[in-house]
């Protein structure tokens, strides 16, 4: 009989923790699903950001090549001719040529 009771209590401490560990691998894949999910809207999130960027940045490039035709048509306006500029269209020749520049330089005004 002591044998029985000893067989039971080793079978029974077994079997909780056997319990005990499906137990937390049913939490470690729920907590691996959901960092999935939390993954999937950061992506869908960082997507809708892209985008945005994306029109963005393609409103920024029309609006770059209006300014630069307007700057064009300044220049074919001006009364001096390709070959001798005047100050002012030099200037806008100078920043149309050297993107560097763009960041800062003050036109001229006659």
Same mark, same amino acid.
């Given at each position: $009989? ?8 080793? =079978?029974?401490? /077994?079997?909780?923790?056997? &319990?005990?560990?499906? @137990? #937390? ?10 960092? +999935? ?7 869908? /999130? $960082?997507? *809708? @950001? @892209?985008? =945005?960027?994306? &029109?963005?940045?393609? &409103? ?13 048509? =300044? $220049?074919?306006? !001006?009364? !001096?001719?390709?070959?001798?500029? %005047?100050?002012? !269209?030099?200037?806008? *020749?100078?920043? +149309?040529?050297?993107? =560097? +520049? %763009?960041?800062? @330089?003050?036109? #001229?005004?006659?």
């Amino acid at each position: $009989m002591k044998e029985l009771t000893r067989v039971s209590k080793l =079978s029974d401490r /077994h079997e909780t923790q056997l &319990r005990g560990k499906l @137990v #937390t691998i049913d939490d470690i894949r729920g907590d691996g699903l959901n960092d +999935l999910d939390l993954l999937a809207q950061d992506f869908q /999130h $960082m997507s *809708l @950001v @892209v985008k =945005s960027v994306q &029109r963005n940045y393609r &409103r920024l490039l029309k609006q770059n090549r209006r300014l630069q035709v307007l700057l064009l048509k =300044s $220049m074919d306006r !001006c009364y !001096c001719w390709p070959g001798n500029r %005047c100050d002012r !269209c030099q200037e806008i *020749l100078e920043v +149309l040529g050297n993107p =560097s +520049l %763009c960041d800062y @330089v003050e036109l #001229t005004e006659d």
